[in-house]
T-cell receptor, first 114, second 115 residues
Framework: AAGVIQSPRHLIKEKRETATLKCYPIPRHDTVYWYQQGPGQDPQFLISFYEKMQSDKGSIPDRFSAQQFSDYHSELNMSSLELGDSALYFC?????????????FGPGTRLTVL | AQKVTQAQTEISVVEKEDVTLDCVYETRDTTYYLFWYKQPPSGELVFLIRRNSFDEQNEISGRYSWNFQKSTSSFNFTITASQVVDSAVYFCALGPGKGDDKIIFGKGTRLHILP
């Protein structure tokens, strides 16, 4: 069965550069979630989208922005990168944001900021 | 506020021993879900189980079993006859709750299975 696709899987950037992470949800899934997992940390919720509208927001820095497109894929844009942004970024998708809809996680994008 | 506590930061056991990973949660929601995920060294999050707050039946899947006790707000995970391949970080998680999209993760328990 098709799973959540994230690209790229690995990304290396310099400080102050920008990065764009992409997430392709499972077909027919209309809700996307972004999580950030720092080294040795638990995943932290950043932001979510349902039907191309932001549905919930967590601890996402102002330097980050995200959107969901008409085909339901989502992009996380990160500007003025800092060393502390080095982390594993997970995307998850679900069919609807309701409480009973399971979130399926992608394999993650590992971002390293040098 | 929602919170997940995994008091065991790191556990080491010898192969073939049984091991239980503890998870205690806090929530004001009446409807919620509890999860366990495995994160091997490769980094991906491997879904293990999702449990509805209304279903307190314990579950067994091969060498894995889960004990959900609403009275103590605990959702413990036991691996029987552990194997080296079980070595990973295990996360207990809660949510989403009503009007809240996110999954709240515990800090994780790093499990070492020694040969």
């Amino acid at each position: 069965a098709a799973g959540v696709i994230q690209s790229p899987r690995h990304l290396i950037k310099e400080k102050r550069e920008t990065a764009t992470l992409k997430c392709y949800p499972i077909p027919r899934h209309d809700t996307v979630y972004w999580y950030q997992q720092g080294p040795g940390q638990d995943p932290q919720f950043l932001i979510s989208f349902y039907e191309k509208m932001q549905s919930d927001k967590g601890s996402i820095p102002d330097r980050f922005s995200a959107q969901q497109f008409s085909d339901y894929h989502s992009e996380l844009n990160m500007s003025s990168l800092e060393l502390g942004d080095s982390a594993l970024y997970f995307c998850a998708s679900s069919l609807g944001p309701e409480v009973y809809n399971e979130q399926f996680f992608g394999p993650g994008t590992r971002l390293t900021v040098l | 506020a929602q919170k997940v506590t995994q008091a065991q930061t790191e556990i080491s056991v010898v192969e073939k021993e049984d091991v239980t990973l503890d998870c205690v949660y806090e929530t004001r929601d009446t409807t919620y879900y509890l999860f366990w995920y495995k994160q091997p060294p490769s980094g991906e999050l491997v879904f293990l189980i999702r449990r509805n707050s209304f279903d307190e039946q314990n579950e067994i899947s091969g060498r894995y079993s889960w004990n959900f006790q609403k009275s103590t707000s605990s959702f413990n995970f036991t691996i029987t006859a552990s194997q080296v391949v079980d070595s990973a970080v295990y996360f207990c998680a809660l949510g989403p709750g009503k009007g809240d999209d996110k999954i709240i993760f515990g800090k994780g328990t790093r499990l070492h299975i020694l040969p």
